[in-house]
């Protein structure tokens, strides 16, 4: 199991296909297997959630959280079978990740849709994931979000519906309150090479190699803390 997990690692952290697996690591199809029979149990929501649970109690925060960040990133697909679709306002053919984080940043669900499917009609495959966390009550969004459709699926699911857009008369990178904590963490994935573009062919695997990558990253975290920095004298 170990030369599996560090299989999945490598392919997500270096990128191309299962079959460019070095020597050294198992069969392609017997990494994939195990990868597929995971994520039928549910071992990798279960995961998630564990490693935002630990992370926030190492932050010294209770281990659900109450406020969540929503939003998206749009990806583009390599030549695999599967759904896919074209973002206009991108230029993008490919898929849309749909990510819900804690205050910290912390992964706490993702889904994967088409990229063609518009922001305000993204919610629905974020309910499983915000059913694990009952103790959300506030939900954050960008402008994108601010249909009624929006505002009665938080309703819902019992938070309160926030949308922080951007100022139009702004210029220039701008800050915007709890909306770039979601932003770093999009930004994070950056790091792993094999999530660049998608290359699953169905949803389901596709959030769940975005899923391991955040499972990863929080055991990385966990494990490794970043040292606290006192201010100079």
């Not at 990128?15 to 597929?36: C, I, K, M, S």
């Not at 490919?94 to 706490?108: F, I, Q, S, T």
């Not at 009609?121 to 694990?132: Q, S, Y």
């Amino acid at each position: 199991i170990p030369r599996v997990v560090g299989a999945v690692a490598w392919h997500l952290r270096v990128g191309g296909p299962w079959r460019a697996l070095p020597a050294g690591f198992p069969h392609r199809r017997t990494v994939y297997g195990w990868f597929r029979r995971w994520l039928d149990l549910g071992l990798f929501d279960a995961l998630l959630r564990e490693a935002a649970r630990r992370r926030r109690r190492r932050a010294g925060r209770r281990p659900g959280p109450t406020l969540g960040v929503i939003d998206t990133q749009v990806v583009k697909c390599v030549g695999v079978r599967g759904p896919r679709g074209y973002d206009a306002a991108k230029g993008v053919v490919g898929r849309k990740r749909v990510a819900l984080v804690d205050a910290e940043g912390h992964w706490l669900a993702v889904a994967v849709v088409p990229a063609c499917v518009q922001d305000r009609d993204a919610l629905p495959a974020l309910d499983a994931g915000k059913a694990r966390w009952p103790s959300l009550r506030k939900g954050v969004y960008d402008g994108a979000f601010a249909a009624e459709r929006c505002r009665e699926w938080s309703n819902r699911h019992g938070m309160r519906h926030r949308v922080v857009a951007r100022d139009p008369a702004a210029r220039g990178f701008v800050v915007l309150p709890r909306r770039w904590v979601v932003e770093r963490t999009f930004g994070w994935l950056s790091h792993w090479g094999g999530l660049a573009k998608d290359r699953a062919g169905r949803l389901d695997v596709s959030a769940a190699r975005v899923a391991v990558a955040g499972i990863l990253s929080g055991v990385e975290a966990l494990l490794n803390p970043m040292p606290i920095r006192t201010p100079a004298q």
